[in-house]
């Protein structure tokens, strides 16, 4: 993405397959929707049947993020870019998952290796095929989770979200509106600052409201 020079504080250039001019309002506007669309689908639950453990750790089942993938970010595809193996340990697949995501289309990729396992009474492959296959599926579960937020509760990616929905800053600056338009410009730099937040957005409603209904 590259900054238009003819228009600096307006456009943006997206270069690509084709090179497109939006606003920069637009690329705002995205940029959210894709902050809030990531932040909803880091909040669900996996279900308890679809969260298994192995050697001391939770991971989830390729079925569940695959159903959540067609459900959130519908035409998703992945392409195996390169595939070798660590000597005779292991097998390694790097995959690029591309996604459509809140009106633009995204890549990313990841690398995933696993363990080949072999006889123990002759060390022999006991079944490549399918430790091929674990590794890719191994590669397009990092990347749903990665890129796409998917079953952050299980794999402990997920970070509280101290900012205030839009709603609740509106309820907010509208309430010490009615108190006085000095206390409107007060409150709102305080959310602007981060010291009204999702932690004590309750409490510094109610004291809000016990001003406002002593002056009403």
Request: hydrophobic letters at 35%.
């Amino acid at each position: 993405m590259a900054v238009s020079s003819k228009k600096e504080e307006t456009s943006v250039s997206i270069v690509g397959d084709s090179r497109v001019e939006v606003s920069l309002d637009a690329v705002k506007k995205i940029q959210k929707s894709i902050t809030r669309k990531h932040k909803r689908v880091s909040r669900i639950e996996t279900p308890k049947a679809f969260v298994k453990k192995k050697q001391g750790f939770d991971y989830t089942e390729y079925s569940y993020m695959r159903d959540v993938a067609d459900k959130e970010y519908p035409g998703w595809s992945w392409t195996i870019i390169n595939t070798q193996f660590v000597g005779d340990t292991a097998f390694l697949v790097q995959g690029r998952l591309k996604w459509f995501d809140e009106g633009i289309w995204r890549e990313g990729d990841v690398t995933a290796a696993h363990r080949i396992q072999k006889l123990t009474s002759s060390n022999e492959y006991s079944d490549v095929g399918n430790d091929v296959k674990a590794a890719n599926t191994d590669a397009i579960k990092k990347a749903m989770n990665m890129y796409m937020n998917i079953a952050d509760d299980v794999y402990k990616n997920i970070v509280e979200d101290m900012e205030l929905a839009d709603d609740q800053v509106e309820e907010m600056v509208r309430l010490a509106g009615t108190i006085s338009d000095d206390y409107k410009i007060k409150v709102g730099r305080s959310i602007q600052e981060g010291n009204v937040n999702a932690l004590n957005y309750k409490g510094s409603l109610a004291k809000l409201r016990r001003i406002a209904d002593a002056q009403s």
